[in-house]
């Protein structure tokens, strides 16, 4: 399986992205995918999550309320919308895939999302 990100870049304090992971080689629906990410000098975290199990999601107490995580199976990709960024949101951003009742898992290469004025 593959999972390419895309739409990182520069924006200002209280601006806005969004990101994009798109997965192919494997079979989408069946996947609980996720927005992680890690700041320099920092551990990999858990953003936000999409769950196939009752088609749920959950995010980390840092971003709820700003960001939402969406998920297109019919076109085998994942959305993580960023809004009112802040500097401390300034990070790599990896989209993961893993099985939904297994352990089988995917990770991107990573986009880059700098926040600052």
């Known amino acids: 399986g593959q999972l390419v990100e895309s739409g990182g870049g520069l924006v200002q304090p209280g601006g806005s992205l969004r990101l994009s992971c798109a997965a192919s080689?494997?079979?989408?629906?069946?996947?609980?995918m996720s927005w992680h990410r890690q700041a320099p000098g920092k551990e990999r975290e858990l953003v936000a999550a999409?769950?196939?199990?009752?088609?749920?999601?959950n995010y980390a107490d840092s971003v709820k309320g700003r960001f939402t995580i969406s998920r297109d199976n019919d076109k085998n990709m994942v959305y993580l919308q960023m809004n009112s960024l802040k500097p401390e949101d300034t990070a790599v951003y990896y989209c993961?895939?893993?099985?939904?009742?297994?352990?089988?898992?995917?990770w991107g290469q990573g986009t880059q999302v700098t926040v600052s004025s």
């Open positions: 999409s769950l196939v199990v009752g088609s749920s999601t």
């Open positions: 993961k895939a893993r099985l939904s009742w297994g352990t089988v898992e995917y």
């Open positions: 080689g494997f079979a989408f629906r069946r996947y609980d």
